[in-house]
């Protein structure tokens, strides 16, 4: 759900397809309606809600068949809810098909893992990391001080940062839990801000409709993010609804350091179970 509402579904199929849809249920009559399509026809794939609200598409095939290698895509795309286009960005080394994840990480990578184990294809146990083109475009906001751990619905919260003056958006990213090609917990949430003395307001949405606590009995973490006019966003803090918070004092200052930027790469380890990853927007 790259905005409230609002869902991109692409690729799949036998033999696979490029194309790719939306639909707004926040419509009267909700229905789906083609946008672009992808440079290459694609299952097994993945697809990764960004902090900036597109969408990453990662991995899979266009050959036909459960889980063809013979048709493996390696260059990655990026869908733009603003045009409803596609750009084909840098390309991975491993082919990463059925059984594979893309979860997006705290500090705004990308982890891309897993693959295999079913349909006689290779068994992945590696990962690698991608940084979107958005840690490339200069300095980032920064998040200072503490943020509380359970926030609740409707409740105002300061969030600091040396760079509110300049901040023109604030969101809340839902971890994903993505599983065969299917990611069903994404969720983005613009969120009401006022620039502060030494940082920002921001105002929680009041309804669990928008803004879900959990899908699941086991807790999901909420994390909050800013970004300038122009990106780079922030890294991340993790918060998680509650139906009642104590909102407490405005948090004490502490420094948070953040991973340097990188492109496609290789980890230096390998993996010796699926990965689990709790992970949050930048």
């Known amino acids: 759900m790259y905005a409230?509402?609002?869902?991109?579904?692409?690729?799949?199929?036998?033999?696979?397809t490029n194309t790719a849809e939306v639909i707004d249920l926040n419509a009267p009559n909700p229905a789906w309606t083609y946008t672009g399509a992808m440079a290459y026809a694609r299952r097994q794939?993945?697809?990764?809600?960004?902090?900036?609200?597109?969408?990453?598409?990662?991995?899979?095939?266009?050959?036909?068949?459960?889980?063809?290698?013979?048709?493996?895509?390696?260059?990655?795309?990026?869908w733009s809810p603003t045009t409803g286009t596609w750009s084909t960005l840098a390309s991975n080394a491993v082919i990463r098909m059925y059984h594979s994840t893309t979860l997006l990480l705290p500090d705004g990578r990308v982890l891309h893992t897993g693959s295999g184990d079913g349909d006689d294809a290779p068994r992945e146990l590696n990962y690698e990391m991608y940084s979107p083109p958005y840690l490339f475009r200069g300095a980032r906001p920064t998040i200072t001080g503490l943020t509380p751990a359970v926030v609740g619905y409707g409740q105002n919260l300061v969030v600091d940062t040396p760079d509110g003056a300049s901040i023109a958006k604030v969101t809340f990213i839902r971890t994903g839990s993505v599983t065969h090609a299917f990611d069903q917990a994404g969720r983005l949430v613009p969120l009401a801000f006022a620039p502060v003395s030494g940082g920002v307001s921001i105002t929680l949405p009041a309804s669990r409709m928008t803004?879900?606590?959990?899908?699941?009995?086991?807790?999901?973490?909420?994390?909050?993010?800013?970004?300038?006019?122009d990106p780079p966003p922030s890294t991340a803090r993790s918060m998680r609804y509650a139906s009642r918070a104590s909102t407490g004092a405005r948090a004490r200052r502490a420094t948070i350091p953040t991973s340097p930027p990188c492109a496609w790469s290789n980890a230096s380890g390998t993996l010796t179970s699926a990965p689990s990853a709790r992970h949050i927007s930048t």
């Open 4 to 16: 409230p509402g609002k869902i991109l579904y692409a690729g799949g199929g036998d033999p696979p």
């Open 45 to 78: 794939m993945n697809a990764t809600l960004l902090p900036t609200g597109d969408v990453l598409v990662t991995g899979g095939t266009s050959a036909a068949g459960f889980n063809n290698a013979a048709g493996a895509v390696l260059a990655a795309e990026l």
């Open 211 to 229: 803004a879900p606590r959990r899908l699941t009995p086991t807790v999901t973490t909420t994390p909050s993010t800013v970004s300038r006019r």
